[in-house]
């Protein structure tokens, strides 16, 4: 019954809105406040390609920072990811299947305690866990703005509610195979925690400058060690699934290759293999919007090839 009563209160488009991107390619619904039992309300955009049909069914492909991806007028930067200009052209290009992106907007002050995985920070001892919630990034703000993280219940948010909310307003394909979650830093870590906690849910996970320090700083980091201990464990079964991973080596992305060599090492001994999982380095990448989007038909391809 509350998932009813929630699907009813939130099945409306925002006409109008000043902060509702504009695309090049398709159409974007709108849902503002989306309201949750486990996170904070935030806005999700439903992107539908130009012939989008309901007669017609669709993979789906949840991805993190959803106010980037489509209109770079309403972002900070004024970069975008430009998902519907790509999508778009792969898509006549019949290089593609059919699917639809569901942009979810970060809460900008939640976003690190949403994004980072839980259950590998709280495996450390908690005096690390303490001295970490202290952290400052260079400009001295706090990477963390309190000592609980959330990631746990943004995922019970994405499976519970948002999914199924999607599943009954839209005409999708529901099962794992057609289902894939991405993004990119932050991003990419909370993608990979997703599909690694929910992999009945999410077939693929499209992973783009992985940031696997979780702070801003590789010395005396305990977390990605925390991080990579976690995957020996948790990652999912290569038969059914599909893990795209890619860096640069500019601006923060210059941390991220030796860490992705040890994520490597760890996905290959769980028995992925170029079929299944992919990862590229891009010399000279730097970690922003633009960059991701002159890559950004990488990950597509590789899990929604025809």
């Given amino acids: 019954m509350r998932f009813r009563l929630l699907v009813l209160s939130f099945y409306f488009i925002t006409i109008g809105n000043a902060q509702t991107p504009r695309p090049s390619s398709g159409t974007i619904r709108q849902f503002e406040n989306f309201s949750s039992a486990y996170v904070e309300p935030r806005t999700v955009d439903v992107w539908l390609p130009d012939d989008y049909s309901a007669k017609k069914k669709y993979a789906v492909l949840y991805m993190q920072d959803g106010k980037s991806l489509f209109d770079s007028n309403i972002v900070w930067n004024h970069q975008e990811w430009m998902v519907d200009e790509t999508i778009g052209r792969l898509l006549k290009e019949k290089k593609i299947n ?122 005396n980091n305990p977390i990605p060690a925390a991080i990579f201990e976690y995957l020996k464990w948790h990652l999912p079964d290569p038969k059914q699934h599909q893990l795209y991973f890619d ?29 299944n999982w992919k990862t590229i380095y891009f010399p000279g990448a730097d970690h922003t919007e633009k960059s991701w989007s002159k890559r950004f038909e990488q990950p597509l391809i590789f899990l929604l090839s025809k």
């Fill in 98 to 219: 059919n699917c639809i992106v569901v942009g979810i907007y970060n809460t900008e002050t939640s976003r690190h305690l949403e994004y980072f995985p839980q259950k590998a920070f709280e495996s450390l001892p908690k005096p690390q866990q303490d001295s970490l919630f202290k952290t400052n990034r260079s400009s001295g703000v706090a990477v963390f703005k309190e000592n609980k993280l959330r990631s746990d219940n943004y995922l019970l948010f994405l499976t519970k509610e948002l999914k199924p909310f999607i599943d009954s307003s839209f005409s999708t394909l529901k099962d794992s195979k057609h289902t894939f979650i991405g993004g990119s830093s932050m991003g990419g870590l909370i993608s990979l925690y997703a599909i690694c906690e929910y992999p009945a849910v999410f077939g693929g996970a499209a992973c783009i400058s992985t940031h696997w320090p979780g702070i801003f700083t590789i010395d």
């Fill in 247 to 275: 860096y640069g080596d500019a601006t923060l992305d210059a941390l991220y290759p030796p860490l992705q060599k040890q994520a490597d090492q760890i996905i290959k001994a769980r028995g992925y293999n170029n079929k």
